[in-house]
C-alpha cells in the first residue's frame, strides 16, 4: 500500500460520511436540548462531564452525553415526552432540571449556562453500583484500568503492558505500539530516568499493584513531546482521590517462586492530600531458545550451526511512592511527590554451539557458554514539584522534576572451545565484567491554557530536558591463573542530550466541527563520548513539528477526527556507541555513532460510535519514516560464523494499517472486548548494507471477555495473536497464547484473586532471517521465550473511604434508574486523561 493509495482510501471514508450526515440531516425533526456547564468558582468550563436525560414515565435514562472542551452539551434527536435533566462531575453538585416537555408546541429547548458548585463530600456525592470499565476509548487515546485487569495481578507493569490493545511487548521486555518499537515512554506525564535504557528491567520491576493506569496516545499533538514514532505510552502511579483516611493492602504468592505485596495509605482535607505506597516483588521467570543457522556457498559447501540457551532470571525489587497536595486557596495547588524503585536482578544463563558439516554430519566444533549475572543497589529516584493556578479564564501549571538511576552488576562468563575438525584443539577463555551506568534527567515546564471566547481556546507551553547517561564496562580476562584487565573488552560510554521546546495550540469550535492546529518547535544537543581512544560524536539540530486535528461530531454518540503530526526518534546509548560487544562468540552487537534521528509524518482518520451496549473505535493510520533505523546482520571479517548486529539508517519506510477496538456489554454478567490492528509494512531497499526492499502484510488482535456467573464472583479471560509481520532480513514468526483470573469479593473490603498468564505455554518469539557473507548464503531460524506460565493467587483488603460509601437509599436509587454507572460518564468509555499531566 503506498501513500496514494491511503489517501484514495481517506477520501472514501469522508465521502461515506459526509452521505451519512447528509442522510442524518435529512431524517425527521426531533426535539433537542443544549446547554453549558461551567465551574461556579472560576467560570471554567467543566470539560467531560456527564449530562444524563430521563424520562419521567419510568425514570430511565433517554439520552446521555459529555461535554466537549468547552462545557457544552447538546442532547438531539429526541421523541416527544416528558423528560428531567441531571448533570454529573467528579467532585460537583448534581443538578437536576425537571419537566423538559418536548411537544409540537416546544421541541428546541436552550438552557442558560449552568454553573455547578464544588462539593465538600466529593465522591460522596455519586453511588456508583457498575464495575468501572476496563479500558476506556477515546478518540486519541485508550485508558487501561489496572483494578479491572484480573490477568495482571501480582504481576509486573510488562504484564500488565501485555495485555493493553495496541501495545505488544517483544522477547527481551521491549515496547511495540502498532507494530513499531520506537514509542515514547512516559512516568505520570513525564520524562523519567526511570525510562531510560534500562526500561525493559525497570518495567519488570514495577509491580502491577502500583499503576493507578496506563494511556496510549497513539497521534500526539503538538503539546507533546515528539519523542516516539509510533506515539507516547503514559504510565500513571496511583495517588489518592478520596476524602478522609482510606487505603489497601495485598499480597500474592505464585510458581517460580513469585511473593508480591503492597499497601497504600492515603489521607485527604479541603487542604491537603497526602498519600504514599509501597510495593514489593520477588519473582523467578525461565525462559529457552535456540538458534539453527545454515551456510551455503561456493569453495565451502553447507555448514549448519546449532546453537540452543536456557536462562534464568530471579526478580527483587520495591517500589515506594509518596507526595503531598497543598490548597493554597481555592484556585492554587502546590504539589510535591517522590518515587523510588529500588531493585536486583540475577541472570543465569547456559548454552551451547554446534558446528556441524553439511555432507558429512560430522561435528566440527563445539563451543559452551556459561554466564551468570549479579546486580546490586540498582535504584531509580524521582523527585517532582508541581503548581497549578486557575484564573477567572486560565490555567497556569509549571514542573519542576529530577530523576536519577543507578546501575551496578558483576558478570562471570566462561567459555568453552573444542575444535574437532581439522586440527583438534580446545581453549578456555573466562572473564569477569564490572559493568554499570548512571544517569539523571531534568525537566522543567510550563503550560498556560486560555479560553479566548465561547468557542475557542489557546494553549502555550515550555519544556527543557537535561539527560545524561553515564555506562562503563571494565572486563577482567584469565591469562594463566590470574586475571588481569582486558582492554580490548573494556567499555566507557557517556551520553548527554538537551531537548528544548516551545509549542503553541489553538483551538476553534464551530457547532459540531472542531479544529486544532499546533506547531512544537525542538532544538535538541546531543553529545557521546567513547573514552576508549577518545572518540566523540555530537549532534545539533533544529526542528519544527505541525500538528493539525479536525474533528466532527456527527451525533451524540458518533464522533469523526483527521489528524496529521510530525514526531521524531533519537537513536541512544547502544545503538550509537562505536564499542564492539563480543561477549556472545558467534552474535556480536556495535553501535553506529552517525546515526541519525527518525523523521515521521503520521496520518490518522478516527471514528467513534456508542450505542447502548457496544463502543466502537476505529483507525485509519499510516506512518512514513525517513531516515527510519533498522537493525542490520553483516559477518563479522567475511566469517561464516560470526555476524555483527548493528543500527543503520535505511532511506524510508511506510507503515499503514487499520485498527479497531470494539467493547460489548452483551448482558449484565458478560461484556467483550477485542481490538484488532492490521497493516501493510514497506522497508525501501539500502543496497549499502545488502538490503533489497521488502514489504509485507501483518495483523495482530486480541480478546478479552469479563464473566460474572455469580454475584459476588467475577472470570477474566484473555488470548493473543501476532501474525508473522516483515523485517529488514526476514519475518518474525507468529505468536500466541491464553491468559486467564478470576475474583472473588469475600466481604465488600476483601477479595481472593487467582490468575494463570500464558495457560498454554505457547508464547514464542521467533525468527527467520536471511543475508549475504560474501557470496555465501545464511538462513537463520531462531525461537526464544523470556519466561514460561506463572501462577498468582492474592488476596486484597481495602479500609476507610470508599467510592461506593454514601447515602445507601441515593443508591438504590440509581440502580433502579438503571444508570450503570453512567454517573462517571455518559460515554463510559471515552477515555481522560487518567490523572496523568502530560
Known amino acids: 500500500m503506498n501513500f496514494k493509495h491511503f489517501l484514495n482510501l481517506v477520501t472514501v471514508l469522508l ?103 464544588q462539593t465538600k463530600g466529593v465522591l460522596k456525592e455519586v453511588a456508583i453500583k457498575a464495575q468501572r470499565s476496563q479500558i476506556q476509548l477515546g478518540v486519541d487515546r485508550k485508558v487501561f484500568s489496572v483494578d479491572q ?54 518495567l519488570q520491576s514495577i509491580p502491577a ?102 536462562q534464568s532470571f530471579d526478580f527483587n525489587s520495591n517500589n515506594i511512592r509518596a ?52 546486580t546490586h543497589g540498582n535504584r531509580n529516584l524521582d523527585y517532582n514539584a508541581d503548581f497549578d493556578r486557575k484564573y477567572k479564564k486560565g490555567e497556569l501549571t509549571a514542573n ?53 471566547s465561547n468557542n475557542n481556546k489557546i494553549e502555550l507551553g515550555y519544556r527543557s530536558t537535561f539527560a545524561q547517561n553515564d555506562s562503563h564496562n571494565d572486563v577482567d580476562s584469565l591469562l594463566g591463573t590470574s586475571y588481569v584487565p582486558d582492554g580490548r573488552l573494556t567499555n566507557h560510554f557517556l551520553y548527554k542530550e538537551q531537548v528544548h521546546a516551545v509549542y503553541g495550540n489553538y483551538q476553534q469550535q464551530f457547532g459540531q466541527f472542531g479544529v486544532q492546529v499546533g506547531l512544537r518547535a525542538e532544538s ?24 493539525i486535528f479536525l474533528s466532527d461530531k456527527l451525533s451524540e454518540n458518533q464522533t469523526l477526527q483527521i489528524s496529521y503530526t510530525r514526531r521524531v526518534s533519537r537513536p541512544r546509548d547502544r545503538q550509537i556507541s562505536p564499542f564492539l560487544d563480543t561477549s556472545d562468540p558467534y552474535n556480536y552487537q556495535q553501535g553506529t555513532p552517525t546515526l541519525k534521528p527518525e523523521d515521521t509524518h503520521s496520518f490518522e482518520l478516527s471514528y467513534i460510535n456508542y450505542w447502548k451496549s457496544v463502543t466502537l473505535t476505529s483507525s485509519l493510520y499510516t506512518r512514513i519514516t525517513n531516515d527510519n533505523i533498522q537493525r542490520v546482520r553483516t559477518p563479522y571479517n567475511n566469517s561464516t560464523t560470526v555476524v555483527v548486529l548493528h543500527s543503520e539508517n535505511i532511506t524510508s519506510s511506510q507503515n499503514s494499517g487499520f485498527e479497531l477496538i470494539g467493547k460489548v456489554n452483551a448482558t449484565q454478567n458478560l461484556d467483550i472486548t477485542a481490538n484488532v490492528n492490521a497493516y501493510y509494512s514497506y522497508l525501501q531497499a539500502a543496497p549499502q548494507f545488502g538490503l533489497n526492499s521488502t514489504s509485507g502484510f501483518a495483523w495482530n488482535g486480541n480478546l478479552t471477555a469479563n464473566i460474572k456467573p455469580a454475584k459476588k464472583l467475577g472470570v477474566q479471560l484473555r488470548g493473543d495473536y501476532n501474525a508473522p509481520q516483515v523485517i529488514s532480513q526476514g519475518k518474525q514468526r507468529a505468536m500466541y497464547g491464553l491468559d486467564g483470573g478470576l475474583k472473588y469479593d469475600i466481604t465488600k473490603a476483601l477479595n481472593l484473586s487467582a490468575n494463570v498468564r500464558d495457560i498454554f505455554n505457547s508464547r514464542k518469539f521467533g525468527s527467520n532471517i536471511d543475508y549475504m557473507a560474501g557470496t555465501a548464503s545464511i538462513h537463520s531460524e ?57
Not at 783 to 788: G, L
Open 524 to 547: 535538541a544537543h546531543i553529545r557521546t563520548l567513547l573514552r576508549e581512544g577518545n572518540v566523540a560524536n555530537g549532534q545539533d539540530y533544529f526542528r519544527v513539528y505541525p500538528s
Open 15 to 117: 465521502l461515506f460520511c459526509a452521505a451519512s450526515v447528509f442522510a442524518q440531516q435529512g431524517a425527521a425533526v426531533k426535539g433537542s436540548v443544549t446547554g453549558k456547564l461551567i465551574d461556579a468558582g472560576t467560570n471554567q468550563p467543566l470539560e467531560f462531564a456527564t449530562v444524563t436525560l430521563l424520562k419521567k414515565a419510568d425514570n430511565l435514562p433517554a439520552k446521555s452525553i459529555q461535554t466537549d472542551l468547552q462545557g457544552n452539551f447538546k442532547l438531539d434527536n429526541l421523541p416527544d415526552g416528558l423528560y428531567l435533566l441531571r448533570t454529573t462531575y467528579v467532585g460537583y453538585a448534581t443538578y437536576t432540571k425537571d419537566s423538559i416537555n418536548i411537544s409540537p408546541r416546544k421541541r428546541v429547548y436552550v438552557l442558560n449556562t449552568i454553573k455547578l458548585g
Open 400 to 452: 519542576v522534576g529530577y530523576s536519577t538511576g543507578h546501575e551496578d552488576a558483576d558478570d562471570y562468563q566462561t567459555i568453552a572451545y573444542n575444535v574437532y575438525q581439522p586440527t583438534p584443539s580446545n581453549r578456555l577463555r573466562k572473564q569477569i565484567n564490572v559493568n554499570g551506568e548512571q544517569g539523571y534527567n531534568v525537566n522543567l515546564q510550563t503550560d498556560y491554557t486560555q479560553p479566548l
Open 209 to 310: 499493584s502500583a499503576i493507578e493506569n496506563i494511556e496510549v496516545i497513539t497521534n500526539p499533538s503538538s503539546k507533546y513531546d515528539a519523542e516516539g514514532q509510533s506515539g507516547i505510552i503514559n504510565i500513571v502511579l496511583k495517588k489518592n482521590a478520596r476524602l478522609g483516611m482510606n487505603g489497601s493492602v495485598s499480597g500474592s504468592v505464585g510458581n517460580q517462586k513469585s511473593v508480591n505485596g503492597s499497601a497504600n495509605i492515603a489521607y485527604q482535607t479541603q487542604k491537603i492530600n497526602l498519600y504514599a505506597n509501597y510495593s514489593y516483588r520477588k519473582a523467578q521467570r525461565t525462559g529457552n531458545g535456540f538458534t539453527n543457522r545454515t551456510t551455503t556457498g561456493p569453495g565451502i559447501g553447507t555448514t549448519f550451526q546449532n546453537q540452543i540457551a536456557d
Open 323 to 374: 507526595g503531598i497536595d497543598i490548597n493554597l486557596d481555592p484556585k492554587t495547588t502546590l504539589s510535591f511527590s517522590g518515587n523510588a524503585n529500588l531493585r536486583n536482578r540475577n541472570r543465569f544463563q547456559f548454552g551451547d554451539t554446534r558446528i556441524i558439516d553439511g555432507p558429512t554430519g560430522a561435528l566440527k566444533q563445539l563451543t559452551s557458554q556459561d554466564a551468570s549475572s549479579f
Open 782 to 838: 531462531s525461537v526464544r521465550r523470556f519466561q514460561t506460565r506463572t501462577m498468582q493467587v492474592t488476596l486484597s483488603y481495602r479500609f476507610g473511604s470508599a467510592p461506593d460509601d454514601g447515602n445507601k437509599k441515593k443508591g438504590k436509587k440509581d440502580k433502579k434508574d438503571g444508570n450503570n454507572g453512567d454517573d462517571m460518564g455518559g460515554n463510559p468509555d471515552e477515555g481522560g486523561n487518567g490523572g496523568g499531566k502530560l
Open 149 to 202: 485487569s484480573l490477568v495482571s495481578q501480582g504481576g509486573s507493569a510488562t504484564d500488565l503492558l501485555n495485555n493493553v490493545p495496541s501495545v505488544q511487548v517483544d522477547v527481551d521486555g521491549n515496547l511495540n505500539l502498532r507494530g513499531t518499537s520506537n514509542v515514547r515512554v512516559l512516568i505520570n506525564g513525564k520524562p523519567s530516568a526511570l525510562t531510560g535504557s534500562s526500561m525493559a528491567d525497570i
